[in-house]
């Protein structure tokens, strides 16, 4: 299996290191779990590992090419002022041929601000799969879930790497993740 | 009355193509929270506006007015574009403290320059009714485009405005803001302050989210925003004592809060 990340004595943080000598590597098909407390430099880490920070020291490499990783931010609201459907939203995204119909028709016409947490984590996953798009990069995208929604959430996930849809994903989150068939690598950060 | 009527068809014109224009963008702006900075940025460009007629002579007066409500629009919204990264926390009333300090401005110049007194009543009521019919004619011709380039742009738009509301994106389009700029300057040139920032706002906050969907919600409101705006005028035409844009607000008004009440009583229905 080739490493589609490696990371090697990699220290971060601004002037000071908040993490320092972590060594890990995810290889296709597999997930990269980040889990830490607040302020621990989860948000930091993904920074550096984009390339939107330079390491303090260490190594980040890359075998895909920046271009095909896509961020997925947490959500800040889980309302928005107009009546947009989860159709309309994937709509205006410019969405890989095989994920346009992931989604059932029915779903696609139900509103975001009705929609459930994991309908909605769903949709904005689609977001992100735009053409060239192979990794994907998830922060906390279990806030405010039950286990059933994170269930559904992690088969979907489970389903884009088990159909290559997506090469390999990271996960921010403090909930932890099960998936069965895919090798799941965990970097605490303390 | 019919030959009066005849006389403003282009001011109903004007007032059908500035009411669907500033319901779609006003759309956007709310949705990425913009509302409060829509109403400090209005102010901006009317100082903008004030000090452009003390600037320039007669002659050049209206050009100079425009680039300056332009130019003091593009200032105060990279002064937040800025605050916004210095200040996250409290960026909202930060918006309320510039647009309370830009009105002492606008009444401090009109105290030391009495003349702008009636300019600043223009700019804040506007003056729809006694617009030259050509310059009624351009300004219509011009909003119109940007519409156009508004209906080309929208799938973008909805993005931008998606992943800023939902995503807390902070990434900036230049070519976006530069349209959202340009309407909002001309508007507020041709219409003032009042109409162009309630047609703004109030379509989206009493209505906007009691739509099936963006496509019904969107039609609704531009529907509504058009018929009122035009209405609004002709109902200051026919009872002459009524002033024009305060019966165009008030008309959006009730006619967003009649519809407001109707389609939450369909979609109350539905989910019994």
Redesign the interface.
Known sequence: MNDLLSVSNLSIGYKKAIQKNLNFSVEEGGVLFIKGRNGSGKTTLIKTLFGDKKPLEGNVYWSVDKKEVAILPQLVTHEVSLSVTLGEILDCFLLKEEVKDIIPEELKKRRFNDASGGERQKALILTRLRQGISFLILDEPFNHMDTKAIGEVLDFLSHLLDEKIIKGIILISHVAVDFDQHKVVEVELL | MIELFAVYQYAFLLCLVAGVLLSFLG?HL??RKESLQVLALAQAALVGNLVGRLAFSEKLQEIGVLVFSLIFFIIFKLLFIYSKRIMRSSKETFFVVTYLSLISISYLLISIFPGLEGHMAVSFFGDIVSLPVERSIVITIILFVLLIIMLLM???L??G??EK?????KKIELSEELLFALIFVISLYSFGFLFTVSTIIFP??LI???????????TIMLIVTGVSSMLGLGGSIWLERLSTVPTQVLTLLVFLVVIGLVLQTQRNKRSD
Do not use: E, Y
Request: glycine share 14%; proline share 0%.
């Open positions: 759309a709310v949705t929208r799938r973008r909805l993005r405005s998606f509301a939902v995503l807390g994106s989206t906050v906007g989210s009691k739509g099936r969907s963006l496509g019904q919600i969107i």
